[in-house]
């Protein structure tokens, strides 16, 4: 059995190393992909489109579910994929323990949500999940788009938060400390995984989303 | 003298039947079993003779004997020392030398098979065990001994439960736990540093009374004091939930009682029952006294990422985290962009081929 220190301290930053190397490589990646010049005589700001299309579809739009596309014509994927994120982001940032966790990494800290509320958000993101799994079982879309590499995604990333939910309630018949060995022992895997995987998107979409704001803000259209 | 049961040597020292029986439920009680197994003890106690208990001290700093000397059970403490009897106690008994070890050994063969050994401190293995010798003699060897012909072995405080401080990195003595040389015995662990002095004293009167084990955990712990974390019976626990966090140890926070998880506390890790039984007769344990649990019940607790980091925050992170990543960093973009240049040198080639057969073509 790999010793709790091992998981935690060498182990931990082996995968952190492999997930910033990862992560670097496949931004630098991107960026030096090579571009065509735009010669085109620019009709309006490209910092402008930027930052329209982040207010608008970041930070207003995905809460007015009438004026959201894929809440008007997805509607399960618009409110399980968007409580996943919402849980996944609460259990990540904002439960006390983790934040532990980043001031040690990062040498500051921030203020964290009361434990049962981030506890039951994380329930939410399981659900969610789980239901977003459900529906590319059974959606004939979905399912013929969905690849093993998809699978492993989602199975990779309800995995820590599985473990870290069970040792919360000390449940499963396992003790705490190997629930924690297990919780970390996924974490450390999800970080290798990450770089490699369509989980990037945590970084990746925002990419997508400044350069397709650059664009229509420099064409002069409404992105 | 061998021949006496705890009973008669209790009757021959005045004690009534009626207080016998009481002593039997006083001691139930203490042992954490139901009162309906309060006949069981009696019986236990007028049918079984003496039983000796011999304990060993090798790497330790006898933190143990001073905390089970200082057990406020009365009972049980009178138990063990009147009735069950420590035969061989480094610390405690007044003989030294050859005679007691002559007495040891006499023990050991007169109650072969019978006897409780209790081991105190962690067992160097390291250059042939030169750094603990009692007489000349390794402490693995006088262990190995000893655990011969024991009933069953005890191992008291975190030392010789899983290797404890003296194992704590660099482990310089190659120190190891009683679990890992004996194999062919139950083997009881009370790690603690020390362990509850009412836990020592429970133990042993479980093991010598009942003549059999009490229910252990994975850890060979006793599962009725080690069942539970500091953290599930933990009077700050509704801090903790609430996420009311003391910061520093002479804030507003701490002033208040608020939970101690970011000052270090690995109640939450830590299998005792510190927040129940408590210590110095039940007045207060670490936390109540506004201290972290620095996590004593648990193995390598030393070079857990230090007392005083939050069990979340990862051990050695901070020492080289920085330059890691760094360098990760620094690396990952340096590939990129090794990866992008190749990428248009092969695509230049590509397309300078596809002129020239163009060309060709058109020659052609």
Known sequence: ??????????????????????????????LFMGWKKDYAPPRGSAWGGIIKTYTKSLIFLPFLPPKFPSARHRPLTYVAGGLFHVGLFAAIFLLAPHIETWRTLLGFGWPALPTPLVDGLAVVAIVGLITLASNRMINPVTKMLTGPADW????????????????????????????????LLTVNWLLIWTPFSRISHFLTYFITKTMHGAKFGRLGVEP | MSEQTIYEGMTERGISRRDFL???????????????????????????TRLPVIWLEFQDCAGCTEALTRSLDPYLTKLLFNDISVDYHETLFVASGKQAEENKTKIMEEYAGKYVLVVEGSI???????????????????????????????????????????????????????????????????PGCPPIPEVITNTIAHVVLLGELPELDALGRPKAFYGQTVH???PRRPFYERGQFA??????????????????????????????????????????????????????????????????????????????????????????????????????????????????????
Not at chain 2, 22 to 48: C, D, F, N, W
């Open chain 1, 152 to 183: 492993l995604n989602i199975i990779f990333v309800l995995l820590p938060l599985i473990t870290g939910w069970a040792m919360y309630h000390h449940i499963f018949g396992l003790n705490y400390t190997k629930l924690t060995n297990l919780h």
């Open chain 2, 22 to 48: 009481k002593l039997a439920t006083v001691i139930t009680a203490a042992l954490g079993l139901e009162y309906s197994q309060v006949p069981r003890i009696a019986h236990a106690m007028e049918t079984k």
């Open chain 2, 247 to 364: 910061e520093t140890f002479d804030d507003e926070g701490a002033k208040k009682g608020w939970c101690l998880y970011k000052l270090g506390c690995k109640g939450p890790t830590t299998y005792s029952a510190c927040a129940t039984i408590k210590w110095n007769g039940g007045v207060s344990f670490p936390v109540q006294s506004n201290h972290p649990c620095i996590g004593c019940t648990q193995p390598n607790f030393w070079d857990g990422g230090g007392l005083y980091n939050a069990i979340s925050a990862p051990p050695g992170a901070e020492a080289a985290s920085g330059i890691n990543a760094g360098i990760a960093t620094v690396g990952g973009a340096a590939l990129a962009v090794g990866s992008a240049l190749y990428a248009k040198k092969v695509k230049q080639k590509a397309a300078n081929a596809f002129q020239t057969q163009k060309n060709a073509d058109k020659e052609a």
């Open chain 1, 1 to 30: 059995m790999l010793s709790p220190e091992f998981i935690r301290g060498p182990l931990f930053k082996f995968s952190l190393l492999i997930f910033i190397l990862g992560m670097v490589y496949r931004f630098f990646r991107i």
């Open chain 2, 124 to 190: 160097p293995m390291k250059d042939k065990g030169i750094y603990c010798t009692i007489g000349g003699r390794s402490a693995e060897d006088i262990l190995m001994e000893a655990a011969s012909n024991a009933m069953a072995i005890i191992s008291v405080g975190t030392c010789s439960s899983y290797g404890g401080l003296p194992q704590a990195n660099p482990n310089p003595t190659g120190a190891v736990g009683v679990r890992a040389l004996v194999k062919d015995k139950p083997v009881i662990s009370i």
């Open chain 2, 232 to 234: 599930d019976r933990c």
